[in-house]
C-alpha cells in the first residue's frame, strides 16, 4: 500500500522481476484506506509511517486490519542529528542563498516526526498496541562511487529536488549568466560531500528506529 503510482509501478516491476507473485499492490492512503478487517498477520513499513498528519487514525487503520495480536514492525528515521546524509544537506544548504523557510510545526508529519520514541510509545498506545519496543539501528549506505557520483544521486532524491525548487523560485531574475538550481544544488552537494569520500566510494551513516509492537 503506498500513495504514490510511481513507487508501485517500481514495486510491481521488481517484484516481477524476482518472480513474486502472490503480492497484491494496492495505491491508497493508509490513513484511510478500506483496509478488510483482522486480515492480516504482520504490517510492515520501510520508511513510510512518518509523513501521517494524523498518525493514530493512520495506525488505527493498520490495527484494524490486524488480527487480534498481530504485529505491526517499521523503521523509521531517528534523531537528524545521527544521519550523516542529512548532515551533508546542512552543510550543502550554507552554501546555497536560499530563502528562508517556514520553521516545520514540532508535531506535524514529516521525516522525522517519529524521531522521539516517547512518541512512538503515546501513537501506538492510544491507536490500539501494545509491547511496543524501539531498537536503534544503524547502516552505511553505499551513496556513489565518489562526490560527483553521490551528488547525483542526492540531486534526484525528493529533498534534493525541493533544494532546487526552492533556489529557482527565490531568484526573479533570469540571466544566461546565472547557474541553474541544479547546477547550483550539484555543485553544494558535491563539495559536502567531499569530506566522506574514501577509496570505496562515499558510505553514509543512516540512524533509525526498529519499532515493533502487538495489536491488543
Ligand atoms: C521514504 S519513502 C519509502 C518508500 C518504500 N517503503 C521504500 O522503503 O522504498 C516514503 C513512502 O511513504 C509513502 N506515503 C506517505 N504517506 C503515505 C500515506 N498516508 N499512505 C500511504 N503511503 C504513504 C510515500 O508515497 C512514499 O512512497
Not at 517499521?74 to 528562508?100: H, I, K
Amino acid at each position: 500500500l503506498d500513495l504514490s503510482g510511481p513507487m508501485l509501478t517500481r514495486a510491481r516491476a521488481q517484484a516481477a522481476e524476482e518472480g513474486l507473485d502472490r503480492i497484491t499492490f494496492e495505491q491508497g492512503d493508509a490513513q484511510v484506506h478500506p483496509l478488510p478487517a483482522s486480515a492480516f498477520d504482520v504490517a510492515i513499513s520501510r520508511f513510510g509511517v512518518m509523513f501521517f498528519d494524523d498518525p493514530v487514525a493512520a495506525f488505527n487503520n493498520i490495527g484494524r486490519a490486524l488480527r487480534l495480536g498481530g504485529r505491526l514492525a517499521f523503521v523509521c528515521m531517528a534523531d537528524p542529528t545521527r544521519s550523516e546524509w542529512v548532515s551533508v544537506f546542512g552543510t550543502a544548504r550554507a552554501y546555497l542563498p536560499l530563502p528562508a523557510e517556514e520553521p516545520a510545526t514540532p508535531d506535524g508529519p514529516g521525516m522525522f516526526s517519529l524521531a522521539d520514541p516517547s512518541v512512538v510509545h503515546r501513537i501506538l498506545d492510544t491507536a490500539g498496541f501494545d509491547k511496543v519496543h524501539t531498537e536503534p539501528v544503524e547502516a552505511l549506505s553505499d551513496f556513489g562511487r565518489d562526490a560527483h557520483d553521490a551528488a547525483d544521486h542526492l540531486l534526484a532524491s525528493g529533498p534534493g529536488q525541493h533544494l532546487v525548487k526552492l533556489l529557482d523560485s527565490a531568484s526573479s531574475v533570469d540571466s544566461a549568466d546565472r547557474p541553474s538550481g541544479t547546477d547550483s544544488v550539484r555543485a553544494a552537494f558535491t563539495v559536502a560531500l567531499a569530506a566522506h569520500e574514501q577509496p570505496a566510494g562515499v558510505h553514509l551513516r543512516t540512524s533509525a528506529w526498529l519499532v515493533t509492537a502487538t495489536r491488543r
